[in-house]
Structure formats: structure tokens, C-alpha cells
């Protein structure tokens, strides 16, 4: 589970990283599986990623 403290603001850089790349792969991952025109579908896919990725970061896995 992340901590909200001091040290947050040393590791900011690295959370943001962490968290652009992981978007970026998922991005692409949906972009591939859904065409532009599946708009609504590409939501609900970037929607659950965030979702899921949250998940991931609040059990301390990162």
C-alpha cells in the first residue's frame, strides 16, 4: 500500500514513470484490440486497466 509521507515527493519521479509506462503499454495493447470507431469499448478497456493497475499498487506490489 503506498504511504503518504515525506519521502513521497523523492519518489514522485519514479511513480510517474512507473505509471506513464504502464499506461502507454496498456494504451497500446487496447488501441490494437479496438478500432478508432470502437470508442465506447476503448473506454470501458482504459477504464478497467486504471482500475486493475490501482488494484496492483494498493497491495504493494510495485
Known sequence: M????KSLSVRKQKLLTYFRE?????????????S???FKK???AINKAI???VIYFS????
Open 22 to 34: 504502464r499506461a502507454g503499454e496498456s494504451l497500446e495493447e487496447i488501441r490494437r484490440t479496438y
Open 2 to 5: 503506498i504511504t503518504i509521507d
Open 59 to 62: 497491495m504493494g506490489s510495485f
Open 51 to 53: 482500475a486493475e493497475l
Open 42 to 44: 476503448q473506454a470501458m
Open 36 to 38: 478508432s470507431k470502437e
